[in-house]
Nanobody
């Protein structure tokens, strides 16, 4: 069983930055692929970024590519999402997700564990 707790959300102005963190419990964190998803009001949850357990070749949604960076610190059981050049359309609840494996999983159903989410609001 893996428990995930997100933090770092908040209110930021357009063009600003935030760094989200996701702390995971469990001794096998290093064997899990970790993803970030988001859900805006009235919209379905969508994929944002994923990082393999090896940390190699992270994969991003086109809408965030070049602005967001996903990284992980296996020694700390933590995955991060650095968000730069934020836009109003980035406003959403951001969720961390985990599953065992070493692929770039982009679909919700591919993940076994989810956090409760953290709100990110970008004001114009």
């Amino acid at each position: 069983q893996v428990q995930l707790v997100e933090s770092g959300g908040g209110l930021v102005q357009v063009g600003g930055s935030l760094r989200l963190s996701c702390a995971a419990s469990g001794r096998t964190f290093s064997s899990y692929a970790m993803g970030w998803f988001r859900q805006a009001p009235g919209k379905e949850r969508e994929f944002v970024a994923v990082i393999r357990w090896s940390g190699n070749t992270p994969y991003y949604a086109e809408s965030v590519k070049g602005r967001f960076t996903i990284s992980r610190a296996n020694a700390k059981n933590t995955v991060y999402l650095q968000m730069n050049s934020l836009k109003p359309e980035d406003t959403a609840v951001y969720y961390c997700a985990a599953r065992q494996g070493n692929h770039a999983y982009t679909r919700e159903y591919e993940y076994d564990y989810w956090g409760q989410g953290t709100q990110v609001t970008v004001s114009s």
